[in-house]
Every structure is written in structure tokens, then in C-alpha cells.
């Protein structure tokens, strides 16, 4: 058995293609998902009992169904409706909800994490709870969502490979495709591992450097 | 009770007109569900009185004044402040905070900000007050709390005294006409509780109407005008702290004060 | 809209589709438990070598896709080594690799969430060290330890349902079987979420009890 590093040269465009693909999958879900999931958050702290049911029901739903069959669920059903979208729009719509849901927990889990007595302070200097939210919780919790958001887009980008399987043109659909006209799938799949390793590790290190840098008051020493 | 009347603040020049009450508080009544927190609470606040309120832990104190600026709601009865009565409208509500300042146990400094910060945030987005005039205004209150030094710094390099007098300065920065105060020496070290006591007292000298839950009873003797003990929920004794001090009426007020002066 | 005959009719399969995917799961939650063990060891060893293969380990799996960690061992596998594995197999290991890193990491942090206090509290009443570990240690090391290993666990069945790509017929494979036999793909892949529901909401419910923090992101 040998390494046929010829097969990967001959094929870096799909790969490359593939690879772009998945970034750009990821880098518009995620956001996306985030402003549903702080929305989600808020529904669900301040929405009310029909409102915060109702975000806590999809949320619930979503980080208790596997991915996979949510995106066959929506890939299958929502045609059985009328509704024809191609994969990729499926793929968008599967990842976005599915970051919603889980950063909506981050988000609320961020904002229960600073003390009460913040937004007491907040209140008794006459504040409004959108100042409070803006300028008291968001920056504190900057500290908090950053980690565990990193954690959501490493998330999102493993989780991405799976919309190979509806035929999503992303990294590893464009490898299964390769391997199936060159049969190598030693060096295929050895170089997608390689990619997606690069791609977590890259975002893992990018948003450390964040969190140092947007939060001094974090590594202020005091000076007495 | 109480007989208001007593207390010749309330009527210095003897013309016979009640001034107007800072604060006035009627059959107030407060339940965390079946816990009975507050009890038939009434008390009048005049202008540039200062109360202090003690009391065993769990005796509604606290509970009482935060029930003032409306960080938590009463069930029955009434408060007025400034004449003007708490009810759930969001602007009422926000305008009574607007003219209370509120000191706590924990300082509840914004840690992500600056002193500086914290002074002037509030007035910047509340009363819509220019940054410079802001900054102006935050920096002569904490030379007043004498921290004028710490303006740059972030919560958590300050001392504890440090961080309760800037605490105090951000409060004072939105001109209020009445300051609350939960136990605001605490959390603190013995050491420090001097210089906040200091800043309180000062403040008190200028005038301010100020109601202080706390247990710092030599406090209570050099500025209070009236000593009020609660248990239970009740207010069960009122007095000026001469009185208050030498000759409790309550058998469980002479029990507190037996423990806490030991 | 929603047959419910249909449902009924198909519903002992659809139980025999979760009665795989807990199997899976669960052999993949013992068998990666007992390679997290040996991750810890080697962690500690003396062995530079031995420790940077631990890291390494762990940030590979931690870092690509499952589906992707899957066809390595099904399709390359047997291309690298000769060894060819069935898709059950080929899936029960790729769950215990994975999870091996995970809970390993779960281990270690449970270990050292006991605060050191409670050693010297311990060795200041003079208590002898068997006493010591199996009163004092070891019960705040289960409580410590449970809660991360169930929701590790719950991962583990959701991440099951990708074993439906190389042909293990898991409850999502049962799914989609059924749509092709039926052209029902509502009923089907409805009855599917409905069960994993289920399943991983009332495991979320009993075991948030023991939980104190919010389970984790996504794997």
C-alpha cells in the first residue's frame, strides 16, 4: 500500500472548491444562527410564558433530534408541502436552525451567568433593560459566548460533512465524489481530515487571540 | 408606633404645614409566595432625614428598601416618593429610580468598565447629558469620595473601600434626591469600613436623605435622625438612636441589640 | 396529513431501529470509555512520545467530522491494513474513538475538580489514605463525573444516527428504508425525530437533576 500523492494534485480544484464550500456554508449559518439564537434567548428569559414555551420547545426540539435526520426531514418532507429547494438551500436552512438552537442556549446561559445584582445596579441608576442589555450583559458576556461560540462553530463546520449525504457540494461530498472515480480513498480522505483538522484549529486559535483582546479588563492587574 | 410628630424635623419652624414627605409608605405588604416578607409597613421619610434601618438577617430590611426604587414589587399598600406614587407604569417607575441612588453590598460595579465609566453611563443615557459634562461632573464626585486618582482603572484593580466609594460616586452622579443603602460596609474588610462610613457620613452632613440598611450601630448613633428595628417583616420599634440605643421598648429589640453589641 | 395506521403498522420496526441505535451507543459509550482510560495513562506518562500521541489523538478527533472519522475506518482502513469490518463494526469503533477523546477529557477533569482542601482537610483529621480515597474522593469524584458522562452519552446517540451512512440500520436508516418502501417520507422521518426524542429528552430531564451546568455545543 502506498500514498499516491499525485491523486490529491490531480484533484485540488473539487477539493478546493469543496473546501470553499464548507467555509462558506459555515461562515453564513453561523451568524445567522447566532441573531436567531439571541433572539431565541430573550423570547425565552422575557418572552412571556406563550413565547418562552415556544422558544423552549425549538430549542429542545432541535438539540434533541439528530442532525442527520433533521436534515432528511427537511430534505424529504418539506417537497411533500409544495416546497422544492435545492440541496444546498436545504443544507443552509438544516445548519442555521440547528446553530440557533444551540446558541440561544449559549446566550441564555451567558446572561444567567452575570450576577443579578448587575442589572439590579443597571435598574437603580434608572436604566432601561435594553441599555442594561446592551451596554451591562452583552460585554460581560463576551467572555463567556466567545469560548462556547467557538466550540458552536467548530460544531457547525464537523457537523457541515453531513450535508454531504443530501448531496450538499461541500468538502466531503466533493471527496466521496473523487474517491468514486480514483478509488483512493486512503489519500482523499486523509487530506479532508487534514483540511477540516487546519479549519477547527484555525478558528480555535483565532478566537483565543479575540478573547484576550476584547476583554482588558479581564487581565487588568490591580496595582493597589 | 411611631408618632411622627416627635421628630422635630419634620416641623422645625413650627408653622404647623407638614413638609412634603421624601418618601411615604403605607400598609405596605410583600409576599415571596407563601413567605410573608413584609408586614403592614408604614413610614414617612421627610426631606434630609436620615433613617437607619437594622435588623436579624431575614427580617425584611432590605426587602424594604428595595421595594423603594421598585427592585422588587409590593402586593398591597402604597409608596409615594417625591409625592408621586410607585405603580407598574415603566416611565413612573423609571423616573422615581431617576431620583434614587442605590448603594450595595456587593458595589455591583461594572466590571468591563472604567470608574470613569460606571459614573457617567448612567447620565449620559438617561439624562442625555454631553460625555465631557459627564466626565466633569463623575470626576468631581469621586474627588469628593476621594478616589479621583482611580478614574482610569477597572473595578477589579480596586480596593473594596476603594470600590464602594465609587460606587457611591456613580450614584451621586445622577443627582439624586434620595440615597438607599443595603448594607454597604458588609462585604467589607473591618480595616475599610472606616473610609466608607466616612463618605456616607459626609454625605449625610451635606444633607442628603438617606435611608442605610446597616448594622455599623456607631454609625447609627452620630448621624441618624431615627433608628428603626425590623423582625419578622414588622417594623417593631422606631426610635431616635439616643432612645434607641439607652432605652428600647421591645423586649426582641433589646435582644438584637444585646447580640450585636456584645 | 399524518397516517396514523401507518404508524402503527411500522411502529415495531421503528422500535427495533432504536433498540439499535441505543446498542450502538451504548457498546460505544463502554468500549470508548475503556480507551479513555488508556488516553489518561499514556497522558501521564513518563514518555514524551506517549503524551504527544494522546494530544495529537485528541485534537484529531476533536477537530474533523465524525461522518468523516467514519469512512476513514470503513472505506480506508481496509485499503491501509487489509482488515476488512463490517458497517456494524466499522461504526460501534468509530464511536468509541470518538468518544474515547471526549470522555477522556471528562475523566481528567473530574479528577482535578476536587479541591485540594479537601486532601488536607482529609490528611488533618489523620485519616488513613484507603479511608481517604474511597470516602472522601471517590464519591465527589461520581458526582463530579456522572453528569458530563451522561450528556456524553446522549451525544453518542445522536451521533449514532450517521451510522446510517455506511448501511447500519439504526433508527434513521430504519427511516429511510421505510420512505422508499412507503414513499412516506413524513410519517417516516416524523417518527424518527419523535423517538430520538424521546429517548434523549427524557435522558436530558433525568439526568439534569444531576447537572448543574448547561450540556455542550455540538460534536
Known amino acids: 500500500m502506498q500514498f ?132 451591562i450583559l452583552l460585554p460581560q458576556v463576551l467572555g463567556y459566548i466567545l469560548p462556547t461560540s467557538t466550540n458552536l462553530a467548530i460544531g457547525l463546520i464537523k457537523e457541515s460533512a453531513v450535508l454531504s449525504v443530501i448531496t450538499v457540494p461541500e468538502l466531503t461530498y466533493e471527496a466521496q465524489d473523487i474517491i468514486g472515480r480514483t478509488f483512493s480513498p486512503v489519500e482523499i480522505f486523509t487530506i479532508i481530515a487534514l483540511l477540516y483538522w487546519g479549519l477547527t484549529a484555525l478558528v480555535s486559535t483565532l478566537t483565543k487571540w479575540l478573547e484576550i483582546h476584547l476583554q482588558p479588563y479581564l487581565t487588568a492587574r490591580r496595582t493597589g | 408606633m411611631t ?24 400598609g405596605l405588604n410583600k409576599w415571596y409566595g407563601a413567605y410573608h416578607a413584609l408586614h403592614d409597613i408604614d413610614l414617612r421619610v421627610v426631606t434630609g432625614e436620615r433613617i437607619v434601618i437594622c435588623g436579624p438577617s431575614g427580617s425584611g430590611k432590605s426587602t424594604l428598601i428595595r421595594c423603594i426604587n421598585r427592585l422588587e414589587r409590593h402586593d398591597q399598600g402604597s409608596i409615594s416618593v417625591g409625592g408621586l406614587e410607585l405603580t407598574d407604569d415603566p416611565k413612573r417607575v423609571q423616573a422615581t ?11 455591583n460595579l461594572f466590571p468591563h468598565m472604567t470608574i470613569l465609566e460606571n459614573c457617567v453611563v448612567a447620565p449620559m443615557s438617561v439624562k442625555k447629558i454631553a460625555r465631557a459634562q459627564a466626565e466633569e461632573l463623575a470626576r468631581s ?119 450585636i453589641l456584645r | 396529513m399524518f397516517d396514523m395506521s401507518f404508524f402503527l403498522t411500522l411502529l415495531p420496526r421503528f422500535i427495533w431501529g432504536a433498540a439499535v441505535t441505543l446498542g450502538v451507543s451504548l457498546a460505544g459509550f463502554t468500549l470508548g470509555t475503556v480507551i479513555a482510560l488508556g488516553l489518561l495513562l499514556l497522558a501521564r506518562s513518563r514518555i514524551a512520545l506517549a503524551r504527544w500521541i494522546v494530544a495529537i489523538y485528541t485534537s484529531f478527533i476533536r477537530g474533523t467530522p465524525l461522518l468523516v472519522q467514519i469512512l476513514v475506518i470503513y472505506y480506508a482502513l481496509p485499503g491501509l491494513t487489509g482488515i476488512e469490518l463490517s458497517p456494524l463494526v466499522a461504526g460501534v469503533l468509530s464511536l468509541s474513538f470518538n468518544s474515547a477523546a471526549f470522555i477522556a477529557e471528562n475523566l481528567r ?105 448547561p450540556s455542550g455545543a455540538p460534536r
Not at chain 1, 451568524?31 to 412571556?48: K, S
Not at chain 2, 429610580?97 to 458595589?107: S, T
Not at chain 2, 482603572?153 to 439624586?176: E, H, T, V
Not at chain 3, 412507503?182 to 444531576?210: D, G, M, N, Q
Open chain 1, 4 to 135: 499516491d500523492v499525485a491523486v490529491i494534485l490531480d484533484n485540488w480544484q473539487p477539493l478546493a472548491d469543496g473546501f470553499a464550500r464548507t467555509i462558506g456554508i459555515c461562515t453564513v449559518s453561523l451568524p445567522i444562527g447566532f441573531i436567531l439564537g439571541v433572539a431565541l434567548a430573550l423570547l425565552r428569559l422575557h418572552g412571556g410564558l406563550v413565547f418562552a414555551t415556544f422558544a423552549a420547545a425549538y430549542v429542545e426540539l432541535l438539540r434533541n433530534i439528530p442532525f442527520l435526520t433533521q436534515v432528511f426531514l427537511l430534505y424529504f418532507v418539506l417537497p411533500e408541502f409544495g416546497l422544492r429547494l435545492s440541496p444546498l438551500v436545504v443544507g443552509f436552512i438544516a445548519l442555521s436552525a440547528y446553530a440557533s438552537a444551540y446558541a440561544a442556549e449559549i446566550v441564555r446561559g451567558a446572561i444567567l451567568s452575570v450576577p443579578a445584582g448587575q442589572t439590579e445596579a443597571g435598574y437603580a441608576l434608572g436604566l432601561g433593560y435594553a441599555t442594561i442589555l446592551r451596554r
Open chain 2, 97 to 107: 429610580r431617576r431620583e434614587i441612588g442605590m448603594v450595595f453590598q456587593n458595589f
Open chain 2, 141 to 259: 464626585f469621586l474627588a469628593r469620595v476621594r478616589i479621583p486618582e482611580q478614574a482610569k482603572k477597572y473595578p477589579g484593580q480596586l480596593s473594596g473601600g476603594q470600590q464602594q466609594r465609587a460606587a457611591i460616586a456613580r450614584a451621586l452622579c445622577m443627582s439624586p434626591r434620595i440615597m438607599l443603602f443595603d448594607e454597604p460596609t458588609s462585604a467589607l474588610d473591618p480595616e475599610i469600613i472606616k473610609e466608607v462610613l466616612d463618605t456616607m457620613i459626609a454625605l449625610a452632613n451635606d444633607g442628603m436623605t438617606m435611608l442605610c440598611v446597616t448594622h455599623e450601630m456607631g454609625f447609627a448613633r452620630q448621624i441618624a435622625d431615627r433608628v428603626i428595628f425590623m423582625d419578622h417583616g414588622r417594623i417593631v420599634e422606631t426610635a431616635a438612636p439616643a432612645n434607641f440605643f439607652a432605652n428600647p421598648q421591645q423586649v426582641r429589640t433589646r435582644q438584637f441589640l444585646n447580640q
Open chain 3, 109 to 213: 477533569a473530574g479528577l482535578f475538580s476536587i479541591p485540594s482542601g479537601q486532601f488536607e482537610a482529609a490528611s488533618a483529621l489523620a485519616l488513613p489514605r484507603h479511608i481517604v480515597a474511597l470516602k472522601v474522593i471517590l464519591p465527589q469524584l461520581v458526582r463530579n463525573i456522572i453528569p458530563p458522562m451522561a450528556s456524553e452519552f446522549t451525544i453518542l446517540v445522536k451521533a449514532s444516527a450517521i451510522l446510517s451512512v455506511i448501511s447500519v440500520v439504526e433508527l434513521t436508516r430504519t427511516a429511510q428504508h421505510v420512505m422508499m418502501e412507503t414513499f412516506r417520507p413524513t410519517e417516516a422521518f416524523c417518527t424518527a425525530a419523535l423517538i430520538y426524542f424521546l429517548i434523549l429528552f427524557t435522558f436530558s430531564v433525568f439526568t439534569k437533576r444531576l447537572e448543574h451546568k
Open chain 2, 3 to 26: 408618632n411622627l410628630d416627635e421628630f422635630p424635623r419634620e416641623d422645625e419652624a413650627g408653622t404647623g404645614i407638614k413638609p412634603p414627605a421624601a418618601v411615604e409608605i403605607i
